[in-house]
C-alpha cells in the first residue's frame, strides 16, 4: 500500500480502494493507516455558514428598517390623530377625524372609534341641553297660570262659586303640569339606550282610551273644542299598555291645543286584521311645510295663527319612539277638514328589538 496518495484521486474511490487492499493483505503486525482527504467538505461547510451568517444580517437589517419605517409611519400618523383630538375644545368643533388613505389599517380603525366616541357624546350633551331648555319651557306655562290666577282671585273677596271655578282651573294647571313632568321623564327614560324590552300584555285599546280621555274632554270643554271618540272592530292588543294610551292622549292633546273654539276633534280606534289603528284628526292649520318631519323631534315646536305656542313639543317625539319601539308607524297627513290627521299604528303583537315578539 502506498505512503502517499496521489491527490488527484478523489477521496471516496481512495478510500473504497484502500478498504479492499485490505482485504486482500494479511493481518500480522503491519499497520493500516487510513488518510481521508476532508478539505472539501469543509470548504462546504465553512461556505454555508458564511453564507447562512451573511443573510441572517441581512434579514435582521432589512427587519429593522421594515419595524422602523412601519412605526415611524405609525407614529406619524397617531400624531396626526392627536393633534385633530386636541383641536377638539367644544361639542360645536366635533368633527370627523381625516386620515389619507396610506394610513395603517390599524390607526384608521382607532380614528373611526374616536369619531363615533365624540359624536355620540356630542348627542349626549345635546340632548342634555335640550331637556334643560325644555324643562323650563315646558313647566313655564303651567306655573305661570297658577300665579297669575292665584294672584288675581286674591286682589279682592270673591263667592264661594268664584273661588271654586278658579280651584277648578288650577286644577287643570296642575293636570298640565302633571302631564308635562311625565312627558319629560317618559322622555329621559326613552332617551336611554338600553335593551329593556316593553312590557307586553293584552288589552282593548278602544275600552281604555274612553277612559283615559276623560280629562282631555274636560279640557276640550274649556277650550269650547268638540272631542269626538269611535272605535270598530277588534281592538285588543298585546303591547306596553301605558305607552300605548300615552301615544293616544298626547295625539288628542296636541289636536285640542292647535284646533280653534267652535271646532271639534275626532279620535279614531279601528282594529284590522294584523294591528290596530289610532287616527287623530283635528280643524286647525295642518303641519307647517317647514317643519316636515322635524316634529317628531324633541322640542320642535310651531307657531299657531294667534302667535301662542304650539302642541308639537315633547309629546309626538314620545310618540314616534313608542311607535318605533313596538314596530309599528306614525305617519301625518292633511285631514278633510284641512287639519292634520296622525296615524299610530300598532301591531297585533308588539315587536322588540332585534326583530323578536314580547312574551305575552
Not at 302633571?178 to 282593548?204: G, I, K, W
Not at 314596530?327 to 300598532?346: E, I, N
Request: with cysteine.
Amino acid at each position: 500500500m502506498p505512503d502517499v496518495i496521489p491527490k488527484n484521486v478523489s477521496w471516496r474511490s481512495r478510500l473504497l480502494s484502500d478498504a479492499i487492499a485490505l482485504k486482500s493483505e494479511a493481518l500480522g503486525d503491519r499497520r493500516v493507516e487510513i488518510i481521508v482527504d476532508a478539505r472539501e467538505p469543509v470548504a462546504r461547510i465553512y461556505q454555508f455558514a458564511g453564507t447562512a451568517i451573511i443573510a441572517f444580517l441581512a434579514a435582521v437589517v432589512v427587519t429593522g428598517f421594515v419595524g422602523w419605517f412601519t412605526a415611524h409611519r405609525g407614529l406619524r400618523t397617531l400624531r396626526h390623530v392627536v393633534s385633530q383630538a386636541v383641536g377638539i375644545r367644544s361639542p360645536e368643533d366635533v368633527s370627523p377625524i381625516v386620515l389619507d388613505g396610506n394610513a395603517p389599517r390599524e390607526v384608521r380603525d382607532v380614528a373611526r372609534a374616536l369619531t363615533g366616541m365624540l359624536q355620540r357624546l356630542q348627542e349626549t350633551l345635546e340632548r342634555m341641553r335640550a331637556f334643560t331648555a325644555g324643562l323650563a319651557h315646558e313647566l313655564r306655562s303651567p306655573l305661570q297660570n297658577l300665579i297669575g290666577e292665584t294672584e288675581v282671585v286674591l286682589l279682592s273677596l270673591r263667592s264661594p262659586e268664584e273661588y271654586r271655578d278658579v280651584l277648578r282651573s288650577n286644577l287643570e294647571d296642575l293636570y298640565d303640569l302633571t302631564d308635562a313632568v311625565d312627558n319629560l321623564v317618559t322622555y329621559c327614560r326613552t332617551s336611554e339606550p338600553t335593551d329593556v324590552e316593553p312590557q307586553a300584555e293584552r288589552f282593548d285599546l278602544a275600552g281604555e282610551a274612553e277612559l283615559r280621555l276623560a280629562r282631555e274632554q274636560r279640557v276640550a270643554g274649556r277650550k269650547g273644542v268638540t272631542l269626538e271618540f269611535d272605535a270598530a272592530g277588534d281592538t285588543s292588543l298585546e303591547a306596553d299598555r301605558e305607552s300605548c294610551l300615552r301615544v293616544l292622549r298626547n295625539l288628542v292633546a296636541n289636536a285640542i291645543i292647535w284646533t280653534p273654539p267652535g271646532h271639534g276633534v275626532l279620535a279614531f280606534v279601528e282594529g284590522r286584521e294584523h294591528d290596530v289603528r289610532i287616527i287623530v284628526e283635528d280643524d286647525g292649520p295642518g303641519v307647517p311645510d317647514d317643519l316636515g318631519d322635524r316634529i317628531f323631534e324633541p322640542f320642535v315646536t310651531g307657531q299657531s295663527q294667534q302667535g301662542k305656542r304650539g302642541g308639537y313639543g315633547l309629546g309626538l317625539a314620545i310618540c314616534r319612539t313608542v311607535l318605533d319601539d313596538h314596530g309599528g308607524t306614525l305617519t301625518y297627513g292633511r285631514a278633510d277638514s284641512g287639519g292634520a290627521r296622525f296615524v299610530a299604528t300598532f301591531p297585533r303583537r308588539a315587536a322588540v328589538a332585534g326583530g323578536a315578539t314580547a312574551p305575552a
